[in-house]
């Protein structure tokens, strides 16, 4: 499935401020792609929210298990005039100074952000379903002795990762790159971020080093690579952008979502989903902890919230750490 993401090709760097806005030619090559999505059945609904707007869906492709992700795009400002020019309008109701309209704007100003993971894993379908959440509280041997083998045992897939540092896969979307190998990293829009408006700005540095996991296998020996991605990367979006260091920022999550070194970029007028205090850790504290402690983080206590059904959350319990 083409989402509008890996249609549009990067805008120049000469045209910072620019996003992308037309996602609307996409004949030939996508076609057949595309057509996978149209072959989607749904099953069930996993989860949907009419705040955020969005639906995740199970079903199948061609008898593959999948999951779809709709979720409905930001109103941007500067198509404003076309839609007030071009839409077709359908009076609801009138009373008094009030009235509403069923307001139908082209197809091109009304698109739905699509994601679909094909073929989808039982943790896929599990990762959207609502559960119950805890706390947990990982010491420095909770994690040598739980969680390190938990993940170690998991053998989560990174080839995604992999394929972006290999330029393998959206090697057209990254904004930055610093090719060095120890301090050295890829920047490039998270798969959250449709890239139509700066609001929800979401961009990922993935480090090229393949050694470290998270933020537990941080030292002050990674300071560097921490400041370089700090310095680099900011410089980067605000060039690319023109978004500046104070209206970003930057962290890394723990537990990540993968175990693969990433810092997370986003705009500090978006509350990102995992921006709150029990994940994400800002990557100045982070730097500074390190600079105080160059083993901080083998040592601290980290708390993080696991979902009911996390196989992590089963191994604390029968640790009889919950
Ligand atoms: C993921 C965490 C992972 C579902 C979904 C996303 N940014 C990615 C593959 C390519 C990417 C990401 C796992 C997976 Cl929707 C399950 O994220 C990705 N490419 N976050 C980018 N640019």
Redesign the pocket.
Same mark, same amino acid.
């Given at each position: 499935m083409a989402t509008s993401q890996d249609r549009d090709a990067r805008e120049p760097e000469r045209d910072a401020k620019r996003l992308k806005t037309d996602a609307r030619a996409a004949p030939g090559a996508e076609a057949a792609r595309e057509s996978r999505v149209s072959a989607f059945e749904p099953q069930r609904v996993l989860r949907d929210s009419a705040r955020e707007k969005n639906v995740f869906i199970h079903g199948k492709i061609d008898d593959q298990e999948a999951v779809v +992700?709709l979720e409905k795009t930001p109103i941007r400002q500067d198509t404003l005039p076309e839609i007030f020019k071009t839409s077709t309008l359908r009076l609801e109701m009138r009373n008094d100074i009030y009235s509403t309209f069923h307001m139908q704007p082209p197809s091109h100003l009304n698109e739905i952000k699509t994601?679909v +993971?094909c073929p989808a894993t039982e943790k896929?379908v599990k990762?959207y379903l609502h559960q119950e959440i805890f706390l947990i509280e990982e010491s420095g041997d909770d994690y040598r002795n739980i969680t390190l083998p938990y993940i170690s045992s998991q053998s989560f897939s990174v080839q995604?990762v992999y394929n +972006?540092l290999e330029k393998k896969a959206?090697a057209d979307?990254i904004v930055f790159e610093d090719p060095d190998a120890h301090v050295g990293f890829v920047l490039?829009?998270?798969?959250?971020w449709d890239q139509k408006q700066l609001d929800d700005l979401y961009l +990922?540095a993935i480090v090229h080093r393949r050694d470290l996991k998270s933020l537990r296998s941080l030292t002050s020996d990674d300071l560097p690579l921490l400041r370089n991605i700090r310095e680099k990367g900011l410089e980067a979006i605000q060039k690319q952008y023109c978004v500046p260091p104070c209206k970003l920022r930057v962290y890394l999550h723990y537990q990540p979502?993968?175990y693969h070194l990433h810092v997370h970029f986003t705009s500090l007028d978006y509350e990102a989903p995992g921006c709150g205090v029990e994940r994400a850790h800002l990557l100045s504290d982070v730097i500074q902890n390190l600079e105080a402690d160059s083993s901080h983080y083998r040592h601290r206590s980290l708390s993080f919230a696991l979902r009911a059904d996390d196989a992590l959350l089963l191994r604390f319990r029968e640790a009889g750490k919950l």
């Amino acid at each position: 499935m083409a989402t509008s993401q890996d249609r549009d090709a990067r805008e120049p760097e000469r045209d910072a401020k620019r996003l992308k806005t037309d996602a609307r030619a996409a004949p030939g090559a996508e076609a057949a792609r595309e057509s996978r999505v149209s072959a989607f059945e749904p099953q069930r609904v996993l989860r949907d929210s009419a705040r955020e707007k969005n639906v995740f869906i199970h079903g199948k492709i061609d008898d593959q298990e999948a999951v779809v +992700i709709l979720e409905k795009t930001p109103i941007r400002q500067d198509t404003l005039p076309e839609i007030f020019k071009t839409s077709t309008l359908r009076l609801e109701m009138r009373n008094d100074i009030y009235s509403t309209f069923h307001m139908q704007p082209p197809s091109h100003l009304n698109e739905i952000k699509t994601t679909v +993971i094909c073929p989808a894993t039982e943790k896929h379908v599990k990762k959207y379903l609502h559960q119950e959440i805890f706390l947990i509280e990982e010491s420095g041997d909770d994690y040598r002795n739980i969680t390190l083998p938990y993940i170690s045992s998991q053998s989560f897939s990174v080839q995604w990762v992999y394929n +972006i540092l290999e330029k393998k896969a959206e090697a057209d979307r990254i904004v930055f790159e610093d090719p060095d190998a120890h301090v050295g990293f890829v920047l490039l829009p998270d798969f959250k971020w449709d890239q139509k408006q700066l609001d929800d700005l979401y961009l +990922i540095a993935i480090v090229h080093r393949r050694d470290l996991k998270s933020l537990r296998s941080l030292t002050s020996d990674d300071l560097p690579l921490l400041r370089n991605i700090r310095e680099k990367g900011l410089e980067a979006i605000q060039k690319q952008y023109c978004v500046p260091p104070c209206k970003l920022r930057v962290y890394l999550h723990y537990q990540p979502s993968y175990y693969h070194l990433h810092v997370h970029f986003t705009s500090l007028d978006y509350e990102a989903p995992g921006c709150g205090v029990e994940r994400a850790h800002l990557l100045s504290d982070v730097i500074q902890n390190l600079e105080a402690d160059s083993s901080h983080y083998r040592h601290r206590s980290l708390s993080f919230a696991l979902r009911a059904d996390d196989a992590l959350l089963l191994r604390f319990r029968e640790a009889g750490k919950l």
